[in-house]
């Protein structure tokens, strides 16, 4: 069985932190490129960072540079993302995505005071 999971999420205040883990269980990244995207309500699913294999750089949406930090364990097989000073605006539901075609259940990440 293939499958991501996503975890870490909640509710957090404005400036505050979090860290998403993904899990992959039944496949192996292999050389597979791993990404996070999210999606807030009534908006468009978008890229929140993009980590490339070989050499694990990550890029990152404007909105999230010197903010978001992804990285990937291809030993474990985990995806992380860690989020500082977080926003409002950040509130959405985060995804965890392999090659482009393996997708996590989606994780509720909520900025508010």
């Known amino acids: 069985q293939v499958q991501l999971v996503e975890s870490g999420g909640g509710l957090v205040q404005p400036g505050g932190s979090l860290r998403l883990s993904c899990a992959a269980s039944g496949f192996t990244f292999g050389s597979d490129a791993t990404s996070w995207y999210r999606q807030a309500p009534g908006k468009e699913l978008e890229l929140v960072a993009a980590i490339t294999y070989p050499g694990g750089n990550a890029k990152y949406a404007d909105f999230g540079k010197g903010r978001f930090f992804a990285s990937r364990d291809d030993v474990k097989n985990m995806v992380h993302l860690q989020m500082f000073l977080l926003k409002p605006e950040d509130t959405a539901v985060y995804y965890c995505?392999?090659?482009?075609?393996?997708w996590g259940q989606g994780i509720q990440v909520t900025v508010s005071s």
């Open positions: 995505n392999v090659g482009d075609n393996v």
